[in-house]
């Protein structure tokens, strides 16, 4: 297991918002409906998601990233 994968593990929100840092936390957590306190701290660590917790952000961001890859400008 790399040093990524181990830190992955630990705290995947953070590692999520640490590899793509021009997601806004604020943002995401108010569209969720999450506390934005309470989402910060479980990106610092200060508080651990649920693993429940954890699938509907990854859910939530699965579903931007479709609606943004469905996207077209012009």
Not at 17 to 23: G, K, N, S, Y
Request: aromatic share 10%; proline share 4%; glycine share 6%.
């Amino acid at each position: 297991m790399t040093g990524e994968d181990f830190f992955k593990k630990e705290n995947p929100v953070r590692w999520l918002f640490e590899r793509f840092p021009e997601l806004n936390a604020g943002q995401i957590a108010k569209a969720m409906g999450i506390n934005e306190t309470l989402f910060r701290n479980y990106i610092n660590g200060a508080k651990r998601p649920s693993a429940e917790r954890v699938l509907e952000i990854e859910k939530f961001l699965q579903k931007l990233g479709k609606e943004l890859s469905e996207t077209r400008l012009l």
